[in-house]
């Protein structure tokens, strides 16, 4: 069984952990790791 593909929406997203804003300029299927903490927990727009 295949796993299905989710993207993240354009958007501004913060890190759980520490509240660094990340910013996404195109969609992508990963978010990236927050440059301040490491964290990788994000709260923003739904996939």
């Known amino acids: 069984m295949t796993k299905p593909v ?3 929406a ?3 997203y913060e890190c759980v952990q520490c509240g660094e804003a990340v910013f ?3 969609l992508t299927d990963e ?3 927050c440059p301040r903490c490491g964290g990788q927990s ?3 727009p739904p996939p």
């Open 42 to 44: 994000y709260e923003g």
């Open 6 to 8: 989710i993207q993240y």
């Open 24 to 26: 996404v300029t195109e």
């Open 10 to 12: 354009i958007g501004r």
């Open 31 to 33: 978010l990236p790791v």
